[in-house]
């Protein structure tokens, strides 16, 4: 499975959009990149993936490179709840090796 | 619908002791993983069960750590003993299965090896 590269940390002003890169400049053609996020003393949790196209749900919108080397998850309204790891992670086989993510800081 | 439930959610013990964490899958779900999630790490994969078979258990640490899946529906996991570099967060995933498959995580068990 491709490698990924995210900013260890990124702040966020509440009510504002949150846009969380991520590179994975090795990614294969049948690999998926998924999103994942942990809140403190919680479990992970799912948020999105996608293959090519970008992907929306109820909770963030997931937008692809066309070369599909890079993506950017974002949260459209940040709020203090949002405040939590988040993990991009390549796969093609369901198996997920989460790296150390982004800690993403939302601020009142 | 209920999530993935673990057991207990924390657990102190001295080392060379056993120590065991239960996990209850959502139903339905055939896939089952235990990961091990060290402080300020991501966590990593223990093992995965495709109902009641161990799938991958490459990175069990066999000499003390067992797993067991009886009847493709709850997991136990098993550490004996236990050592100081033991203390983690265990945790427990389901899910359906298949190549873009969704996992599902519970709340881990925190263990402290003293």
């Known amino acids: ?108 | 619908e209920a999530g993935v439930v673990q057991s207990p959610r924390y657990k102190i013990i001295e080392k060379k002791q056993p120590v065991a964490f239960w996990c209850n899958p959502i139903s339905g779900h055939n896939t089952l993983y235990w990961y091990l999630q060290n402080l300020g790490q991501g966590p990593e994969l223990l093992i995965r069960y495709e109902n009641e078979e161990a799938v991958d258990d490459s990175q069990l640490p066999k000499d003390r750590f067992s797993a067991e899946r009886l009847k493709g529906v709850d997991s136990t996991l098993k550490i004996q003993p236990a050592e100081l570099g033991d203390s983690a967060v265990y945790l427990c995933a389901s899910s359906l299965g298949g190549e873009t498959d969704t996992q599902y995580f519970g709340p881990g068990t925190r263990l402290t090896v003293l």
């Open chain 1, 1 to 108: 499975d491709a490698k990924t590269t995210q900013p260890p940390s990124m702040d966020c002003a509440e009510g504002r959009a949150a846009n969380l890169p991520c590179n994975h400049s090795t990614i294969s053609g049948n690999e998926y990149v998924y999103w994942y996020r942990q809140i403190h003393s919680q479990g992970p949790q799912y948020i999105i993936h996608g293959l090519k196209n970008n992907e929306t749900n109820e909770m963030a919108s997931l937008i692809i490179t066309e070369d599909r080397k890079s993506s950017t998850l974002i949260l459209p309204h940040a709020t203090l709840r949002d405040t939590a790891v988040y993990y991009c992670i390549v796969s093609g086989t369901g198996k997920l090796i989460f790296g150390q993510g982004t800690t993403l800081q939302v601020k009142p």
